[in-house]
């Protein structure tokens, strides 16, 4: 099992930047890759950045330049920068973990841009 807590998240005006933090527990040897998402009101669940346990990243077109995702092994922690805010960022931002054949998340961070 495979525990995810996220912060971080808050309000913050348009041009702004937060870091969230999803602190990860449990049976962290099975993860492949990390990832956050994110879900608007009355929209889908939009991938934003994902890591490999190899380091490689990948975002969304929308966020890119923008956001930086990153992760310290050492302290079992994924983090998404992000710089440059705007208000479509507003959204309820989730921590992923990916193993071989379960998908663990976590209860989610708000995010709001005012703008």
């Known amino acids: 099992q495979v525990q995810l807590v996220e912060s971080g998240g808050g309000l913050e005006q348009a041009g702004g930047s937060l870091r969230l933090s999803c602190a990860i527990s449990?049976?962290?040897?099975?993860?492949?890759?990390m990832g956050w998402y994110r879900q608007a009101p009355g929209k889908q669940r939009e991938l934003v950045a994902t890591?490999?346990?190899?380091?490689?990243?990948n975002y969304v077109n929308s966020v890119k330049g923008r956001f930086t995702i990153s992760r310290d092994n050492v302290k079992n922690t994924v983090y998404l920068q992000m710089n440059n805010l705007k208000p479509e960022d507003t959204a309820l931002y989730l921590c992923?973990?990916?193993?071989?054949?379960?998908?663990?998340w976590g209860q989610g961070t708000q995010v709001t841009v005012s703008s």
């Open positions: 992923n973990a990916q193993a071989r054949y379960v998908s663990y």
């Open positions: 449990g049976s962290t040897f099975s993860i492949n890759a």
């Open positions: 890591i490999t346990s190899g380091g490689s990243t």
